[in-house]
Protein backbone atom coordinates (compact mmCIF):
# COMPACT_ATOMS: atom_id res chain seq x y z
CA UNK A 1 0.00 0.00 0.00
CA UNK A 2 1.13 3.27 -1.14
CA UNK A 3 0.39 7.12 -1.08
CA UNK A 4 1.58 10.03 -3.32
CA UNK A 5 3.38 12.84 -0.69
CA UNK A 6 1.03 15.80 -1.71
CA UNK A 7 -1.91 13.71 0.60
CA UNK A 8 -2.22 14.31 4.05
CA UNK A 9 -3.04 11.04 6.13
CA UNK A 10 -6.80 11.38 5.89
CA UNK A 11 -6.78 11.42 2.81
CA UNK A 12 -4.57 8.46 2.14
CA UNK A 13 -6.15 6.34 5.00
CA UNK A 14 -9.64 6.89 2.72
CA UNK A 15 -8.08 6.28 -0.99
CA UNK A 16 -6.59 2.78 0.16
CA UNK A 17 -10.26 1.58 1.76
CA UNK A 18 -11.90 2.59 -1.73
CA UNK A 19 -8.82 0.69 -3.49
CA UNK A 20 -9.49 -2.30 -0.78
CA UNK A 21 -12.78 -2.51 -2.00
CA UNK A 22 -11.75 -1.93 -5.52
CA UNK A 23 -9.62 -4.85 -5.26
CA UNK A 24 -12.32 -7.44 -3.44
CA UNK A 25 -14.61 -6.40 -6.72
CA UNK A 26 -11.95 -7.54 -9.01
CA UNK A 27 -9.82 -9.82 -7.76
CA UNK A 28 -11.24 -11.74 -5.27
CA UNK A 29 -10.13 -15.40 -5.09
CA UNK A 30 -7.09 -14.22 -6.89
CA UNK A 31 -3.40 -15.16 -6.33
CA UNK A 32 -2.94 -11.55 -6.58
CA UNK A 33 -3.78 -8.12 -7.84
CA UNK A 34 -2.66 -4.79 -8.11
CA UNK A 35 -5.47 -1.60 -8.05
CA UNK A 36 -3.99 1.96 -8.65
CA UNK A 37 -6.12 5.36 -7.69
CA UNK A 38 -4.65 8.79 -8.29
CA UNK A 39 -2.91 9.01 -5.28
CA UNK A 40 -2.74 5.57 -3.81
CA UNK A 41 -2.24 1.92 -5.00
CA UNK A 42 -2.82 -1.26 -3.35
CA UNK A 43 -1.05 -4.57 -4.04
CA UNK A 44 -2.01 -8.04 -2.87
CA UNK A 45 0.30 -11.52 -3.85
CA UNK A 46 0.30 -14.66 -2.83
CA UNK A 47 2.31 -16.94 -4.53
CA UNK A 48 3.08 -20.47 -2.88
CA UNK A 49 6.41 -21.94 -4.51
CA UNK A 50 6.88 -24.87 -2.86
CA UNK A 51 9.59 -27.55 -4.63
CA UNK A 52 9.87 -31.55 -4.04
CA UNK A 53 12.48 -30.92 -1.66
CA UNK A 54 10.63 -29.46 0.49
CA UNK A 55 12.11 -28.64 3.92
CA UNK A 56 10.86 -29.35 6.93
CA UNK A 57 7.78 -27.41 8.28
CA UNK A 58 9.57 -24.86 10.27
CA UNK A 59 11.38 -23.27 6.96
CA UNK A 60 8.34 -23.58 4.84
CA UNK A 61 7.60 -20.28 5.46
CA UNK A 62 10.73 -18.86 4.63
CA UNK A 63 10.42 -20.41 1.32
CA UNK A 64 7.38 -18.97 0.44
CA UNK A 65 8.12 -15.42 1.53
CA UNK A 66 11.77 -15.35 -0.53
CA UNK A 67 9.68 -15.16 -4.01
CA UNK A 68 7.20 -13.40 -2.25
CA UNK A 69 9.45 -10.08 -1.16
CA UNK A 70 11.56 -10.12 -4.36
CA UNK A 71 7.37 -9.75 -6.19
CA UNK A 72 6.72 -7.37 -4.04
CA UNK A 73 9.99 -5.23 -4.16
CA UNK A 74 9.62 -5.32 -8.13
CA UNK A 75 6.25 -4.10 -7.54
CA UNK A 76 6.85 -1.39 -5.21
CA UNK A 77 9.63 0.11 -7.27
CA UNK A 78 6.67 0.22 -9.86
CA UNK A 79 4.17 1.65 -7.82
CA UNK A 80 6.89 4.63 -6.43
CA UNK A 81 7.77 5.26 -9.77
CA UNK A 82 4.16 5.47 -10.93
CA UNK A 83 3.34 7.62 -7.68
CA UNK A 84 6.33 10.37 -8.76
CA UNK A 85 4.64 10.21 -12.28
CA UNK A 86 1.07 11.15 -11.03
CA UNK A 87 2.55 13.32 -8.61
CA UNK A 88 4.78 15.76 -11.26
CA UNK A 89 1.77 15.31 -13.78
CA UNK A 90 -0.46 16.89 -11.18
CA UNK A 91 1.99 19.20 -9.89
CA UNK A 92 2.37 20.50 -13.98
CA UNK A 93 -1.29 20.41 -14.55
CA UNK A 94 -2.26 22.60 -11.64
CA UNK A 95 0.53 25.02 -12.54
CA UNK A 96 -0.71 25.69 -15.89
CA UNK A 97 -4.05 26.00 -15.01
CA UNK A 98 -3.26 28.74 -12.57
CA UNK A 99 -1.14 30.32 -15.45
CA UNK A 100 -4.32 29.91 -17.78
CA UNK A 101 -6.86 31.41 -15.22
CA UNK A 102 -4.45 34.26 -14.94
CA UNK A 103 -4.88 35.19 -18.41
CA UNK A 104 -8.30 34.10 -18.13
CA UNK A 105 -8.42 36.89 -15.60
CA UNK A 106 -7.08 39.54 -17.14
CA UNK A 107 -9.27 39.03 -20.51
CA UNK A 108 -12.29 38.85 -18.04
CA UNK A 109 -10.83 42.83 -16.40
CA UNK A 110 -10.23 43.96 -19.86
CA UNK A 111 -13.68 42.47 -21.47
CA UNK A 112 -15.95 42.76 -18.64
CA UNK A 113 -16.99 39.51 -18.70
CA UNK A 114 -17.33 37.36 -16.23
CA UNK A 115 -17.66 33.65 -17.81
CA UNK A 116 -14.68 32.28 -17.59
CA UNK A 117 -15.66 29.32 -19.68
CA UNK A 118 -16.43 31.84 -22.48
CA UNK A 119 -13.69 33.81 -22.43
CA UNK A 120 -11.83 32.73 -25.12
CA UNK A 121 -14.79 32.68 -27.84
CA UNK A 122 -16.02 36.54 -26.63
CA UNK A 123 -12.43 37.62 -27.53
CA UNK A 124 -12.40 35.79 -30.78
CA UNK A 125 -15.93 36.84 -31.62
CA UNK A 126 -15.64 40.83 -30.09
CA UNK A 127 -15.02 43.22 -32.62
CA UNK A 128 -13.88 46.01 -29.85
CA UNK A 129 -11.13 43.45 -28.52
CA UNK A 130 -9.99 41.09 -31.20
CA UNK A 131 -7.45 38.57 -30.67
CA UNK A 132 -4.60 37.80 -33.04
CA UNK A 133 -2.50 34.83 -32.56
CA UNK A 134 0.84 34.57 -31.91
CA UNK A 135 1.90 32.77 -34.99
CA UNK A 136 0.19 35.53 -37.02
CA UNK A 137 2.14 38.42 -35.07
CA UNK A 138 5.83 35.92 -35.59
CA UNK A 139 5.31 35.44 -38.83
CA UNK A 140 4.08 39.24 -39.39
CA UNK A 141 7.03 40.33 -37.52
CA UNK A 142 9.58 37.96 -38.96
CA UNK A 143 9.98 36.30 -35.62
CA UNK A 144 10.51 40.03 -34.60
CA UNK A 145 13.90 40.77 -35.83
CA UNK A 146 15.83 43.80 -35.64
CA UNK A 147 15.22 44.82 -39.30
CA UNK A 148 11.44 45.69 -38.39
CA UNK A 149 12.15 47.32 -35.10
CA UNK A 150 10.34 50.55 -35.23
CA UNK A 151 11.53 51.94 -31.79
CA UNK A 152 11.98 51.35 -28.08
CA UNK A 153 9.45 52.68 -25.48
CA UNK A 154 9.65 51.97 -21.86
CA UNK A 155 7.85 48.93 -21.59
CA UNK A 156 9.10 47.45 -24.29
CA UNK A 157 9.99 47.72 -28.30
CA UNK A 158 7.52 48.53 -31.21
CA UNK A 159 8.01 46.16 -34.34
CA UNK A 160 6.42 46.63 -37.84
CA UNK A 161 4.98 43.57 -39.48
CA UNK A 162 3.30 42.51 -42.63
CA UNK A 163 -0.23 40.45 -41.96
CA UNK A 164 -1.19 37.76 -44.91
CA UNK A 165 -3.60 39.89 -46.50
CA UNK A 166 -0.68 42.63 -47.25
CA UNK A 167 -2.03 44.82 -44.78
CA UNK A 168 0.12 46.51 -42.29
CA UNK A 169 0.85 46.81 -38.78
CA UNK A 170 2.41 47.90 -35.56
CA UNK A 171 3.58 45.08 -32.71
CA UNK A 172 4.31 46.69 -29.07
CA UNK A 173 5.64 43.82 -27.64
CA UNK A 174 5.58 44.33 -23.44
CA UNK A 175 8.02 43.71 -21.68
CA UNK A 176 7.42 40.28 -19.86
CA UNK A 177 8.97 40.48 -16.48
CA UNK A 178 7.77 44.04 -16.35
CA UNK A 179 5.06 44.32 -13.52
CA UNK A 180 4.64 48.20 -14.52
CA UNK A 181 4.24 46.17 -18.70
CA UNK A 182 1.29 44.60 -17.46
CA UNK A 183 -0.54 47.58 -15.75
CA UNK A 184 -0.03 49.26 -19.30
CA UNK A 185 -1.40 46.53 -21.19
CA UNK A 186 -4.53 46.88 -19.14
CA UNK A 187 -4.65 50.57 -19.63
CA UNK A 188 -4.00 50.60 -23.23
CA UNK A 189 -6.50 47.71 -23.96
CA UNK A 190 -9.30 49.02 -21.60
CA UNK A 191 -8.91 52.72 -22.74
CA UNK A 192 -7.97 52.33 -26.78
CA UNK A 193 -10.74 49.69 -27.30
CA UNK A 194 -13.18 51.56 -25.66
CA UNK A 195 -12.26 55.16 -26.96
CA UNK A 196 -12.97 55.86 -30.67
CA UNK A 197 -11.43 59.06 -32.33
CA UNK A 198 -9.95 60.33 -35.37
CA UNK A 199 -7.05 61.81 -33.29
CA UNK A 200 -6.36 58.78 -31.05
CA UNK A 201 -4.36 55.78 -32.66
CA UNK A 202 -6.57 52.77 -33.35
CA UNK A 203 -6.11 49.23 -31.40
CA UNK A 204 -6.19 46.72 -34.34
CA UNK A 205 -6.30 43.20 -31.55
CA UNK A 206 -3.71 41.70 -28.82
CA UNK A 207 -2.65 38.79 -28.06
CA UNK A 208 -1.79 36.77 -24.74
CA UNK A 209 -0.29 33.73 -25.15
CA UNK A 210 2.81 31.88 -23.85
CA UNK A 211 3.92 34.53 -21.46
CA UNK A 212 3.78 36.95 -24.24
CA UNK A 213 1.86 40.44 -24.08
CA UNK A 214 1.54 41.67 -27.35
CA UNK A 215 -0.28 44.76 -28.59
CA UNK A 216 -1.50 45.65 -32.38
CA UNK A 217 -2.00 49.13 -33.55
CA UNK A 218 -3.01 50.16 -37.10
CA UNK A 219 1.01 51.22 -38.38
CA UNK A 220 1.66 54.92 -38.94
CA UNK A 221 4.08 55.29 -41.90
CA UNK A 222 5.38 58.67 -40.99
CA UNK A 223 6.13 57.40 -37.65
CA UNK A 224 6.10 60.27 -34.63
CA UNK A 225 6.38 64.09 -34.71
CA UNK A 226 9.42 63.96 -33.22
CA UNK A 227 11.69 62.70 -35.91
CA UNK A 228 10.36 65.57 -37.93
CA UNK A 229 10.83 68.42 -35.64
CA UNK A 230 13.98 67.47 -34.84
CA UNK A 231 15.49 66.11 -37.87
CA UNK A 232 17.00 69.00 -40.27
CA UNK A 233 16.68 67.22 -43.49
CA UNK A 234 12.79 66.03 -42.37
CA UNK A 235 11.91 69.66 -40.97
CA UNK A 236 11.40 70.87 -44.77
CA UNK A 237 8.60 68.78 -45.12
CA UNK A 238 6.74 70.64 -41.99
CA UNK A 239 5.27 73.33 -44.01
CA UNK A 240 3.17 76.07 -41.89
CA UNK A 241 -0.38 74.79 -43.17
CA UNK A 242 1.03 71.14 -42.16
CA UNK A 243 2.40 72.08 -38.68
CA UNK A 244 -0.80 74.13 -37.77
CA UNK A 245 -2.67 70.96 -38.65
CA UNK A 246 -0.52 68.75 -36.32
CA UNK A 247 -1.14 71.01 -33.51
CA UNK A 248 -5.24 71.54 -34.29
CA UNK A 249 -5.45 67.43 -34.25
CA UNK A 250 -3.54 67.19 -31.33
CA UNK A 251 -5.65 69.72 -29.25
CA UNK A 252 -9.05 67.50 -30.76
CA UNK A 253 -7.52 64.57 -29.54
CA UNK A 254 -6.76 66.00 -26.02
CA UNK A 255 -10.40 67.47 -25.79
CA UNK A 256 -11.92 64.22 -26.43
CA UNK A 257 -9.99 62.43 -24.21
CA UNK A 258 -10.77 65.34 -21.42
CA UNK A 259 -14.48 66.41 -22.23
CA UNK A 260 -15.91 64.57 -24.85
CA UNK A 261 -15.73 60.67 -24.13
CA UNK A 262 -18.16 58.54 -21.77
CA UNK A 263 -14.60 58.32 -19.88
CA UNK A 264 -12.29 61.47 -18.82
CA UNK A 265 -9.05 60.40 -19.18
CA UNK A 266 -5.54 62.13 -18.11
CA UNK A 267 -2.70 60.76 -21.24
CA UNK A 268 0.02 61.86 -18.62
CA UNK A 269 2.72 60.95 -21.33
CA UNK A 270 2.19 63.49 -23.75
CA UNK A 271 5.10 64.58 -25.73
CA UNK A 272 5.99 64.24 -29.59
CA UNK A 273 7.02 60.82 -29.60
CA UNK A 274 3.42 60.04 -28.75
CA UNK A 275 1.97 61.95 -31.46
CA UNK A 276 1.91 59.67 -35.25
CA UNK A 277 1.39 60.74 -37.96
CA UNK A 278 -0.21 58.39 -40.82
CA UNK A 279 0.20 58.59 -44.38
CA UNK A 280 -1.41 62.27 -44.63
CA UNK A 281 0.52 63.64 -42.16
CA UNK A 282 -2.68 63.84 -39.91
CA UNK A 283 -1.65 63.09 -35.75
CA UNK A 284 -2.86 60.71 -33.46
CA UNK A 285 -2.11 60.32 -29.91
CA UNK A 286 -0.59 56.76 -28.65
CA UNK A 287 0.71 55.19 -25.37
CA UNK A 288 -1.61 55.05 -22.93
CA UNK A 289 -0.29 53.32 -20.66
CA UNK A 290 0.40 55.54 -18.26
CA UNK A 291 -3.00 57.32 -18.59
CA UNK A 292 -5.57 57.62 -16.09
CA UNK A 293 -9.28 57.68 -15.36
CA UNK A 294 -11.60 60.26 -13.48
CA UNK A 295 -14.80 59.24 -12.17
CA UNK A 296 -17.97 61.68 -12.37
CA UNK A 297 -16.80 64.89 -11.05
CA UNK A 298 -13.49 64.25 -9.90
CA UNK A 299 -11.33 66.81 -11.37
CA UNK A 300 -7.27 65.76 -10.01
CA UNK A 301 -5.66 63.23 -7.70
CA UNK A 302 -2.63 62.45 -6.24
CA UNK A 303 -0.24 59.86 -6.72
CA UNK A 304 2.68 58.69 -5.02
CA UNK A 305 4.66 57.55 -7.86
CA UNK A 306 5.67 59.85 -10.27
CA UNK A 307 6.06 58.52 -14.29
CA UNK A 308 6.61 60.72 -17.28
CA UNK A 309 9.08 62.46 -19.09
CA UNK A 310 10.76 65.33 -17.40
CA UNK A 311 10.32 68.83 -19.45
CA UNK A 312 6.74 67.78 -20.54
CA UNK A 313 5.53 67.14 -17.01
CA UNK A 314 3.55 70.27 -15.34
CA UNK A 315 5.42 71.26 -12.02
CA UNK A 316 2.91 70.21 -10.11
CA UNK A 317 2.55 66.71 -11.36
CA UNK A 318 6.61 66.35 -10.83
CA UNK A 319 7.23 67.87 -7.68
CA UNK A 320 3.90 67.09 -5.65
CA UNK A 321 2.25 64.12 -7.88
CA UNK A 322 -1.07 66.23 -8.38
CA UNK A 323 -2.56 65.39 -11.85
CA UNK A 324 -5.40 67.12 -13.65
CA UNK A 325 -6.03 67.78 -17.03
CA UNK A 326 -4.28 71.00 -16.86
CA UNK A 327 -1.08 68.66 -16.54
CA UNK A 328 -2.00 67.32 -20.24
CA UNK A 329 -2.59 70.89 -21.22
CA UNK A 330 0.88 71.77 -19.87
CA UNK A 331 2.30 68.71 -21.96
CA UNK A 332 0.49 69.95 -24.51
CA UNK A 333 1.72 73.70 -24.13
CA UNK A 334 4.89 72.11 -24.74
CA UNK A 335 4.54 70.39 -27.96
CA UNK A 336 2.99 73.84 -29.32
CA UNK A 337 6.61 75.22 -28.50
CA UNK A 338 8.12 72.69 -30.17
CA UNK A 339 6.30 72.52 -33.65
CA UNK A 340 6.63 76.18 -33.73
CA UNK A 341 9.86 76.50 -32.81
CA UNK A 342 11.60 73.41 -33.97
CA UNK A 343 13.54 73.24 -30.96
CA UNK A 344 13.92 69.88 -28.57
CA UNK A 345 13.07 69.97 -25.59
CA UNK A 346 15.65 69.40 -22.99
CA UNK A 347 14.20 66.95 -20.94
CA UNK A 348 14.58 62.88 -19.61
CA UNK A 349 13.11 60.36 -18.69
CA UNK A 350 11.37 60.61 -14.80
CA UNK A 351 10.85 57.43 -13.09
CA UNK A 352 10.43 58.89 -9.55
CA UNK A 353 8.97 62.40 -8.01
CA UNK A 354 10.73 65.03 -9.94
CA UNK A 355 12.50 68.16 -7.41
CA UNK A 356 12.56 70.71 -10.04
CA UNK A 357 11.75 71.35 -13.69
CA UNK A 358 14.42 72.99 -15.93
CA UNK A 359 12.87 75.35 -18.61
CA UNK A 360 14.54 76.49 -21.15
CA UNK A 361 14.83 80.09 -22.51
Known amino acids: MQCTPDISQEECDSCLRAAKSSFKECCHGKQGGFVQKPNCMFTFDLIPTITQDQKPEKNQNKSIWVPLGESSSAILGLALVSACCIFLWKRTNIQ ?103 NLV ?90 KIFCGDQNEANTNRVVGTYGYVAPEYAMEGLFSVKSDVFSFGVILLEIISGKKNNGFHLSEHGMEIMVKR
Open 96 to 198: GDKEDSQEVQLLDLVIGSGNHENSSENVETSQEFPSIKLDILLAATTNFCDENKLGQGGFGPVYKGTLADGNEIAVKRLSRASSQGLLEFKNEVMLIAKLQHR
Open 202 to 291: RLLGCCLEKNEKLLVYEFMPNRSLDLFLFDSSLATQLSWQKRFNIIKGTARGIMYLHEDSHLRVIHSDLKASNVLLDHEMNPKISDFGMA
